[in-house]
């Protein structure tokens, strides 16, 4: 996939470690963005194991594999799903992205700009791991949020995420969303621990987006393919979800009309925010 793919308004998950939560925060902050009337693309970036339909709820026919082998483009291949979100899926065939030919490649490309002019948000869900073929996808994306737990093995695997997309992209800034915490106050207090070991060793800006508390329901909604934001909105984790949302959605507003866009990328111009308590 190379460098060439850039995403304006794309927003990466991604945690190092797996089964920390990132693929039902993606399908339920895409929904959330689309009660807000956002036109929302997930991209379901994880190759060996594509399963944002399953928690959607939907069954793709296509996946991004036939935009590379029969020519169609990315929204041939999507599939609506709850509210109007647009899928598409990555299929197993992704791990051949790197590989393609450049004029395959170029036709990805064309295609994502298509796709790009069709919605305000792309939501890209990333596969576990540290290795090129997921990290490609996160620096492609103009906003990164990282998801971390509170447990030493998520915190180990989300520094060493950040310190690759630091060291060898040259990104800066990343957003931290805890999941499964007990509480606001335990939420705030991993993300201050997890601040302080990535700030001890890298030159990064980490601001705390959100804290997705644990959550029973989830787990239902998990086991009927149907997500939490529209199964019950009310739900603990689907209020933070929805918030985040809004949050997002406020600061992206505020700054249409602005010259320079969020992005993670170091900006030339501006000097860091160290504090790490901006909302969005
Ligand atoms: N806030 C939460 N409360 C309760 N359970 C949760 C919460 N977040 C995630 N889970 C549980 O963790 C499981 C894994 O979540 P999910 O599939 O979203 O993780 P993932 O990071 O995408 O995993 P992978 O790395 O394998 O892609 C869910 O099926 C759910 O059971
Ligand atoms: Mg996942």
Same mark, same amino acid.
């Given at each position: 996939?190379?460098?060439? +793919? ?10 190092g470690?797996?089964g920390v939560?990132?693929? =039902?925060?993606s399908v339920n902050?895409?929904?959330?963005l ?6 929302v #693309?997930?991209f ?13 709820g939907?069954?793709p026919?296509?996946t991004?594999v ?11 291949v999507? #599939? +609506?799903g ?5 899928l ?6 992704? /791990?051949e992205?790197?590989?393609?030919p450049?004029?395959q490649?170029?036709?990805l ?14 939501? /890209?869900?990333?596969a576990?791991?540290i290795?090129d =073929? ?7 994306c =103009? ?5 971390v737990?509170?447990?030493? !093995?998520a915190f180990?695997d !989300?520094? !060493?995420?950040?310190? +690759?997309?630091?060291?060898n ?6 957003d ?6 007990? &509480?606001?106050?335990?939420g ?14 890298? &030159? !990064? ?8 508390p644990? &959550? ?7 086991a009927?393919?149907n ?7 009310d739900?603990p984790s689907a209020?933070?979800? +929805? ?5 997002? /959605? ?5 700054? #249409? =009309?602005?010259?320079?866009p969020y ?5 030339? #111009?501006?000097?860091? &925010?160290?504090?790490g308590?901006?909302?969005?």
């Open positions: 996939m190379g460098t060439a +793919i850039k995403f304006r308004n794309a927003i990466a998950l991604a945690s470690k797996g939560g990132k693929t =039902n925060i902050l895409a929904i959330a689309r009660k807000l009337n956002k036109r #693309t997930l379901d970036a994880d190759m060996a194991l594509a399963n944002a339909h399953i928690v959607m939907v069954q026919t296509m991004l036939d935009v590379l082998d029969h020519e169609k483009s990315l929204m041939d999507s #599939t +609506i709850p509210l109007g979100v647009r598409i899926s990555g299929g197993s065939g992704l /791990v992205l790197m590989n393609v450049s004029e490649r170029s036709r490309i064309h295609s994502f700009a298509e796709l790009e002019a069709t919605c305000d948000y792309i939501i /890209v869900d990333t576990a791991g290795e =073929n997921v990290l490609e996808f996160v620096r492609a =103009n906003r990164i949020m990282i998801i737990v509170g447990e030493p !093995a180990i !989300a520094y !060493a995420c950040i310190k +690759i997309l630091h060291q992209y040259g990104i800066y800034t990343f931290v969303i805890v999941n499964r915490s007990r &509480d606001d106050t335990h705030i207090d991993v993300f201050k621990r997890f601040k302080g070991i990535v700030e001890r060793f890298l &030159d !990064a800006n980490l601001y705390h987006v959100a804290s997705i644990e &959550d029973n329901q989830l787990h239902v909604s998990v009927r393919c997500p939490i934001t529209i199964m019950n909105p739900a209020r933070a979800i +929805i918030t985040l949302a809004a949050s997002l /959605v406020k600061t992206d507003d505020s700054q #249409t =009309n602005q010259i320079a992005s993670s990328h170091k900006s030339e #111009t501006s000097e860091p &925010d160290k504090s308590d901006r909302l969005i």
